[in-house]
């Protein structure tokens, strides 16, 4: 990741905050519990600072249930990675108030979940659904258990994904 996509990216929200009438400080600084608990997905983080924000700045920048963060995050990413080849994109993570943090730990939960239940059982399991970004996150904590496949069924705003045991084809097809 280089110097200037990060500069770009807390200027970009820096002006979105600027907008909404909400001055802070936007941070490049991964939380600590981020770097030591969570798996490296490339990227980086931008974290708002919420401690000079009144509650109702806070609760409008959150949404409710993380909502505005997430269009938030979505907005960032695909203005600043518009027209761009694939490699030369930029994951941006918004945080704030540790709401990335919770929901990391809640999805990591849900597919831990899921995976036990699949080998248990040998059925299927379809998650709730959830929006893209945690979708592809679920898919990424899951990719290491050679034991288990993750696909993505259905059509927003109801697409689901689906763990289930591996296929011997797509075990033979990862081997070579």
């Not at 509650?55 to 997430?70: A, C, E, H, T, Y």
């Amino acid at each position: 990741m280089s110097e200037s996509n990060v500069q770009q990216g807390q200027e970009w929200l820096s002006n979105l905050l600027e907008k909404l009438g909400v001055e802070t400080q936007v941070s490049s600084d991964k939380p600590e519990i981020a770097k030591t608990k969570f798996k490296d997905f490339g990227g980086f983080w931008l974290t708002i600072d919420d401690s000079g924000m009144s509650p109702d700045q806070v609760d409008l920048l959150i949404g409710n249930n993380g909502r505005m963060l997430d269009a938030i995050q979505y907005l960032i990413n695909s203005t600043l990675n518009l027209g761009k080849d694939k490699d030369a994109r930029t994951a941006y993570t918004i945080e704030m108030s540790d709401v990335r943090i919770k929901r990391y730990e809640e999805l990591t939960q849900l597919a831990d979940q899921a995976a036990q239940s699949v080998r248990e059982t040998g059925e299927e399991q379809v998650m709730p659904p959830i929006n893209s970004a945690e979708r592809r996150l679920v898919h990424t904590l899951l990719f290491d258990e050679a034991d288990l496949e993750t696909f993505s069924r259905g059509q927003e705003p109801d697409r689901r994904l689906v763990v289930t045991l591996a296929t011997a084809a797509s075990e033979d097809t990862e081997e070579s």
